[in-house]
């Protein structure tokens, strides 16, 4: 760490020459989350663009300022409590598996369901309605999670949290953005190389240049080189030009005209906000073990007042503290790169300006970041867990790459609605198999979570709790909560459905109830009582 970012004991400099990398690297990280939720609804779902920069990134962004401010001031004022002039500021920003999967998952899917009832403005205001309604359940849920964080980081297996996360790794934040990479090859290949350079295989660039910065920069640049002379792969568009406007985020009882569509949005919504709170924990915990202790009750409390402030003014998107406190701490950040990235990205958000950096930079530049998360994310989930639990992990990865097919499938510029109809009332020896790729996919968070709870109890010879996930899982699918019949995901009454999907619920209800009797009854005999033996399972 350079002498100038140091500080004489008891004296805290909150912003140094280390709080400029700091700043780029959480601004990025932002910028590339609000990018691809852009490019998310504009791209393949349609979505109009002057409600995604006008309505719903002013108070998404809004967010981001209102938690890095707060986290700013807890950094001054554990600095002043302690007198330790170090002090690092928490990084806050939007939560890149859900922002991206509430784009991917609640917002697309919506307004394609809207659009077929009402003309393309008023699906999309509705839309945007119930992506801010979302956001208000998530962030009261946070609230009161943030009491009983640690509780629900007990009750859940380890494997069942982060194999849900994995599975959003690797179809949603992995396979999605590899694709856009190699729509533009030679480009996004470039930004994937130093990604993967510096951050992957860590190896620093020439005179401590930021990886992410040297491959945003160098994409853009050679995308805009080889654009023009019809080298880049795709057909080039001209240079956006800078507009700015003024959208301020003001409070608004919009999110209440949501609220009745947005409540089928629940198995998403808690699962979201129930992994924010553990990774909450998990990140505070990590700067205390940096040497900065921070109140774990606190942190959390700030990330959910910033998502409820967001989704009451008009965000579609969840903060969060995110991982890598002590990275920021060895580039030598304080406190001055959270206030800048807060202020860059809020008023960005109400000037106007990321939209133009939304435009500016092309999808497969930003891709490779999103890359790297969702390794970090997976590599994450199988080395977290004992070896003996990876198992558990990837079977908890399956019910995302079904809600991915689900959502391909279910575009009608890809399959017609009338296919899709077909295809999901398909007679035969055994259920349709569209059906049964949307079932999967329906409420598939929850069901990663309890796939991998179950599994891992069954590893662990605890085989009547694993029947109790089990019969939770009966219970849940048997009222659409998990593995709904209806494309849009819908709870019900399942005597109150038709056709082929009457017979989901029973039988999948029936199938999960099944299996915790068959455990219940194995549990008797003395071979499932066999102690473990932990080189099986390496």
């Known amino acids: 760490m350079s002498a100038e970012n140091t500080a004489p004991a008891g004296k805290y400099n ?23 939720m852009a490019f998310i609804l504009i791209g393949p779902f349609g979505f109009p663009k002057e409600i995604v920069f006008g309505k719903m990134f002013p108070g998404t962004a809004f967010g981001v300022l209102f938690g890095d401010v707060i986290y700013t001031l807890m950094a001054m ?35 394609l369901d809207l659009k077929t009832r009402m003309p393309v403005q008023e699906a999309a205001m509705m839309t945007w309605y119930i992506g801010m309604a979302v956001m208000v359940m998530i962030g009261c849920i946070k609230f009161c999670l943030s009491f009983c964080g640690g509780w629900i980081q007990k009750m859940v297996p380890q494997a069942g949290l982060l194999g849900s996360l994995a599975g959003i790794g690797v179809a949603l934040l992995g396979f999605i953005p590899l694709i856009d990479i190699f729509r533009l090859p030679v480009v996004g290949m ?54 700015l406007g003024f959208a301020l985020p003001t409070p608004t009882s919009g999110f209440i005209n949501g609220i009745h569509e947005a409540v089928k949005y629940l198995p998403i919504a808690i699962p979201f906000a129930v992994l924010t709170v553990v990774g909450g924990i998990n990140v505070t915990e990590s700067a205390r073990v940096a040497g900065d202790d921070y109140n774990t ?37 304080r406190a001055g790169y959270t206030l800048l990235t807060g202020l860059f990205i809020g008023l960005g958000g109400m000037l106007g300006y990321v939209s133009f950096f939304v435009e500016l930079i092309p999808k497969a530049v930003l891709a490779p970041i999103l890359i790297f998360v969702a ?14 639990h990876a198992s558990a992990v990837a079977f908890a990865i399956l019910p995302t790459i079904a809600r991915l097919m689900a959502i391909k499938l279910g575009n009608p510029d890809v399959v017609s609605p ?12 055994e259920l349709p198999e569209m059906l049964v790729i949307v079932v999967l ?32 899982l009966g219970l849940l699918s048997f009222f659409g909560i998990i593995h709904s019949a209806s494309p849009d995901g819908n709870m019900y009454l399942p005597w109150t459905l038709t056709g082929m999907a009457r017979q989901i619920p029973f039988q999948f209800a029936a199938c999960y109830i099944v299996l915790a009797l068959m455990l219940l009854a194995l549990s008797l005999t003395k071979e499932s009582r066999v102690p473990l033996v932990e080189e099986e399972f390496h």
């Not at 002090?87 to 697309?108: K, R």
């Not at 989704?311 to 002590?326: E, L, M, N």
């Not at 390794?375 to 003996?388: N, R």
């Open 14 to 36: 909150w912003f140094v020459t280390g709080d400029i990398n700091g700043f780029f690297g959480l601004m990025f990280d932002n910028l590339t989350v609000m990018s691809f």
């Open 77 to 111: 004022r554990l600095a002043k409590r302690t007198g330790n002039p170090n002090v690092t500021a928490m990084p806050l920003g939007l939560d890149t598996p859900s922002s991206i999967g509430i784009a991917l998952i609640v917002l697309g899917p919506a307004f």
């Open 190 to 243: 470039v930004s994937l190389g130093l990604i993967l350079y510096t951050l992957v295989a860590k190896i620093q660039l020439p005179s401590g240049i930021p990886g992410v910065f040297a491959a945003v920069v160098s994409g853009t640049v050679l995308y805009y080189i080889l654009g023009p002379m019809g080298l880049s792969g795709g057909t080039f568009g001209p240079m956006p030009t800078l507009e």
């Open 297 to 333: 009750r606190d942190i959390l409390l700030t990330e959910a007042l910033a998502t409820l402030v967001a989704g009451v003014c008009g965000g579609v998107a969840q903060s969060t503290p995110y991982i890598g406190q002590p990275a920021y701490k060895r580039m030598g950040s």
């Open 375 to 388: 390794l970090d994310i997976m590599v994450q989930a199988f080395l977290a867990v004992p070896a003996k």
């Open 418 to 429: 009338e296919t899709f109809n077909k295809l999901m009332n398909a007679g035969g020896k």
């Open 441 to 472: 996919g329906n409420g598939f968070i929850v069901t990663a979570m309890l796939w991998g709870a179950f599994l891992t109890e069954m590893i662990d010879r605890r085989l009547k709790v694993s029947a109790l996930y089990l019969c939770i």
